[in-house]
């Protein structure tokens, strides 16, 4: 077994033994009984290097010594309460995140609280291999830890680790929180593909398309554009991508239907129905989203809405088995 294969079983045994051993609802307060203390490596030596400075000064009777040798002991004893105390008594009260589309970094925030009176230092936050510095201020601070996205769908953050090594670095003094609150990681919009379908309703108006007619301006390049709309020639004079905008009468309402996406694969359909999402919102489109087996959500137009539908897309069954 390879040393990293060592330390995963290792970590693996010891979770079995550490609390919480299950998601737990916030907020979580540490107190005693779920506070951990081991010496770190520095802490190891610094070990080491008191007892040979007992045993030497007890071989030879030299006093100084001695004495040296047990105030430094009495300093990493009075470090370990220390670091405990850092911890002790401090409480994660929530975490959160805004959703992202799948393969962008989801910030984690975690609001932390402690009791007045005692200052923290160097309280570090840990989910996985990511983790950030928590800082208190008049009893209260945030960290907030990038993790990576994936897939679509919830995403359990896991157990968080909340240690630190201060004051002397001694030892480390750690605990942890397992958040009964998964996150929400939106599908990955489709990069490159067409428009937005003709709206649909009486009330016909004029707005801004990328594929119009007539040339209206040409605006910033923004994600799911066309590259068939960029104007080559005003970016390089501006250097910038500029996209040409054009005028045509669209529909007031939007049907985004899952039905006609037939042709595509599974997940390239909730992609292309993600950014067209985003798009409608974009260019302040009311519209409506049809989904196998649920309600229509719309039409409507706004963040609440963008955030019901790409909700209801990031949590369609997963693709096993389907076209």
């Not at 119009?212 to 970016?235: E, F, M, Q």
Request: charged residues 25%; hydrophobic residues 40%; contains cysteine.
């Amino acid at each position: 077994m390879t040393n990293a294969g060592l330390r995963a079983w290792i970590e693996r045994r010891a979770a079995k033994w550490i609390t919480p051993r299950a998601p737990e609802s916030l907020p979580v307060r540490f107190d005693r009984r779920r506070v951990y203390v081991l010496p770190t490596g520095f802490g190891l030596f610094f070990s080491a290097l008191l007892v040979a400075m007992l045993l030497g000064a007890l071989n030879y009777n030299n006093n100084p010594a001695l004495m040296l040798a047990l105030l430094l002991g009495g300093a990493a004893h009075t470090g370990l309460f220390a670091a405990h105390l850092q911890l002790s008594g401090l409480s994660i009260v929530a975490i959160g995140a805004e959703p992202v589309g799948a393969g962008k970094p989801l910030q984690l925030r975690v609001h932390a609280r402690a009791e007045p009176g005692r200052e923290r230092r160097g309280l570090r936050i840990a989910s996985g291999g990511h983790a950030a510095f928590l800082s208190l201020r008049q009893g209260a601070g945030e960290a907030v830890i990038e993790l990576p996205t994936e897939r679509r769908g919830w995403l359990e953050p896991g157990r968080l680790r909340i240690s630190t090594t201060r004051p002397l670095g001694v030892v480390v003094a750690w605990s942890y929180v397992w958040p009964e609150a998964p996150l929400l990681v939106y599908p990955a919009p489709e990069a490159h593909g067409p428009p937005l379908p003709e709206g649909g309703g009486d009330q016909a108006i004029a707005r801004m398309h990328p594929s119009g007619d007539d040339v209206h301006h040409l605006r910033t390049y923004r994600r799911g554009d066309s590259r068939r709309a960029i104007a080559w020639k005003p970016s390089a004079r501006r250097d910038e991508l500029l996209v040409r905008e054009y005028e045509q009468p669209l529909g007031a309402d939007i049907d985004l239907d899952w039905r006609e996406l037939n042709a595509l694969p599974y997940e390239a359909r909730i992609r292309r129905l993600a950014r067209w999402v985003d798009e409608a919102e974009r260019d302040g489109r009311r519209y409506r989203l049809v989904l196998p087996g649920q309600p229509p959500l719309g039409p409507a137009q706004g963040n609440a809405h963008r955030h019901a539908c790409l909700k209801a897309l990031a949590l369609m069954p997963e693709a096993v088995g389907r076209g």
